[in-house]
């Protein structure tokens, strides 16, 4: 399966291209550059074309009357809406057994009146995890008193997502800090998250008073490892179609042609931020760890795409390093190598994207080109020369 | 005989921004190398500069004799017109016959030209990044010539070249051992060409010195 975008003239984005989005897919950029405007018209396109496919998948089992109705405006949130004009398009095609299906957006209108063979179907799942999962620990101690308060749309998508992992897994390994977090769960009390140290002696605290980077991090891993391994696409699938076909009572008309385990899986996941709050060496320990959760221990019955959004010379830097291990056999026993086709790093700048991936000349490795992120020491060191003049 | 290059420098670039060019009042700045490697710098008396002292260090490892043209100061003998205005890269070389390669190169060094900190940089400013920049001078000079025709098409390589130079480090200070520490990781890319193309074709291609440019 191959994805594509074209983004023109939306917010910040003058003319975004990508035409083969990769597996792990990272965007640098200066602030209000537009990576996570790119990232939330991705997810979004992707989410409508879950949507058709599950639409298709009911059509093709003779359920002609689709549930789901798909109102584009109605899926623009937190201030996307407002960056929209006239002038505003999206092209998203998925390319699959040789077919193209393309949904595209012009003239603020969708045009998505596709029906998907069952061949081509795939069935995916999306996940946003919003830069404001810090306020996650808080919130989930507080939930039942804050009942129709909200922090906008994509932190509760990260936040549902915290909370659905969490139904599942209960205790997650947070090794790049050398702690663990575990689930308490009593009665009707709401989820107590208690951070201990993999070292005995030293007493647990609850996530909601731990440090800034464990705040924002144990949410970020727990959601990467529940989608690689615990999510159960066979739930989904329940929730999204069999549930809704008992309701209305046409349970007897559904004959699928295909069954929901034949389904190619997909999960994205979407990451704004990756470094918050962490320091550099945890950084790089972050970003290991989620590279092995996505790429070397996931279920087999799924691949795993990552988009991440960041600020970090550390973690771009540290691609280079996992991207480095793809070379050597001992280094890819060591390392959560990256294979070099199955990375694209991009500088979003003046509303276009430049693709960062270059080859050495000498070796012929693939590198990625962080030289943009050296500017400001640069720029540190020649102001403090400078003072002599 | 003068290479196509300057041949179109001359007659074809002018002409079409409506300008004569006046071989009396005129030069093309220009030196010309033979086989071999050597140092290019802007700014100074001379293009060729002694080993230790360049920006771009290319390697004329073709059979035919390569010559680097001063584009920046080309551009600038049009000041005032249409042919002159845009931004415009530093170099241009090519070989003095055939159409093997050409190569634009635009240099850059560490900024040493800061001034007092109440004149300094405030907190946010939009400052380009180097390499954003190069690219832009690189793309901006080879859209020069497409205006004109697609002279640039006969060459069978053509590359955008960005060659770098950064500050030197006194040995001891604190500063100075903190930035050696923060470059360690250029050397990444200190010789690498871009999977991306740039317009027209180019390819784009990126030394730290003193890594060297092979023009074959």
């Known amino acids: 399966m191959k994805e594509s975008i074209i983004i023109k003239n939306l917010g910040p984005l003058k003319e975004v291209e990508i035409r083969d989005i990769k597996p792990l897919t990272v965007f640098i950029g200066k602030s209000a550059s537009g990576k996570s405007t790119i990232m939330k018209i991705i997810v979004l396109m992707r989410y409508i074309y879950k949507m058709i496919n599950i639409r298709s998948y009911l059509k093709n089992a003779k359920i002609t009357r689709s549930p789901f109705k798909l109102r584009f405006n109605s899926l623009l949130q937190d201030g996307l809406e407002s960056m929209i004009t006239v002038e505003t398009e999206i092209y998203y095609t998925v390319e699959i057994n040789g077919n193209q299906y393309t949904l595209s957006y012009t003239n603020k209108t969708l045009q998505s009146d596709i029906n998907i063979p069952n061949n081509d179907l795939v069935f995916f799942k999306e996940s946003y995890i919003s830069e404001t999962r810090s ?56 989820k107590q998250f208690m951070i201990e140290s993999l070292q005995e002696g030293t007493k647990p605290v609850e996530l909601r008073y731990a440090s800034s980077g464990i705040q924002t991090s144990a949410p970020l891993v727990t959601i990467v490892r529940y989608f690689a391994k615990e999510f159960s696409f066979k739930d989904a699938f329940k929730r999204s179609v069999l549930d809704y076909l008992y309701k209305q009572d046409r349970l007897e008309k559904f004959t699928p042609q295909i069954n929901q385990s034949d389904l190619e899986k997909y999960v994205h ?121 | 005989m003068d290479s196509a290059l300057i041949d179109f420098l001359k007659k074809d670039y002018p002409a079409h921004f409506g300008q004569e060019w006046k071989e009396d009042t005129m030069q093309v700045r220009r030196e010309q190398r033979p086989k071999g490697k050597f140092e290019i710098r802007d700014g100074q008396l001379q293009i060729v500069q002694y080993t230790g002292n360049g920006v771009s260090v290319i390697n004329n490892n073709s059979e035919t004799d390569v010559e680097i043209i001063d584009f920046e100061h080309y551009i600038n003998i049009f000041r005032d017109t249409d042919a002159g205005m845009g931004r415009k890269c530093d170099f241009i070389i090519n070989p003095i016959a055939g159409y093997d390669f050409i190569i634009f190169n635009e240099l850059t060094e560490s900024e040493k030209q800061y001034i007092m900190p109440f004149t300094s940089p405030k907190t946010g400013e939009e400052k380009e990044g180097k390499l954003a920049y190069a690219k832009k001078q690189l793309e901006i000079s080879i859209e020069k010539f497409y205006s004109v025709n697609n002279f640039l098409d006969d060459y069978e390589k053509k590359v955008a070249l960005f060659s770098c130079r950064l500050t030197d480090t006194r040995p001891n200070g604190i500063m100075s051992k903190s930035l050696r520490a923060f470059r360690k990781p250029q050397k990444i890319f200190a010789n690498i060409r871009a999977h991306e193309l740039l317009i027209h074709d180019f390819v784009f291609e990126q030394r730290i010195y003193d890594n060297e440019y092979k023009v074959c």
């Open chain 1, 135 to 190: 306020v996650i620990p808080t919130w989930a101690s507080k939930v039942a008193t804050l009942k129709g308060a909200s922090l906008g749309f994509f932190f509760h998508e990260t936040f549902n997502d915290f909370n659905n992992a969490t139904d599942v897994i209960k205790e997650q390994q947070l090794d790049y800090l050398n702690l663990k977090m575990k689930v308490q769960k009593s009665g009707n009390k709401p």
């Open chain 1, 269 to 389: 996941i979407h990451i704004e931020e990756a470094e918050l709050s962490l320091d550099p060496e945890a950084q790089r320990a972050l970003i290991s760890n989620l590279i092995d959760e996505a790429f070397h221990k996931n279920n087999e019955d799924r691949k795993l795409g990552l988009m991440i959004a960041t600020h970090s010379p550390y973690i771009v830097n540290h691609l280079n390093v996992l991207l480095r291990a793809g070379y050597f056999e001992k280094a890819r026993e060591n390392y959560p190598f990256l294979e070099k086709d199955n990375i694209a790093v991009y500088r979003v700048h003046e509303g276009t994207l430049t693709s960062l991936m270059a080859t050495d000349n000498e070796t012929e490795e693939y590198v990625i080109n962080t030289y943009d992120m050296s500017d400001t020491m640069e720029r540190i060191f020649d102001e403090y020369e400078s003072m002599e003049e």
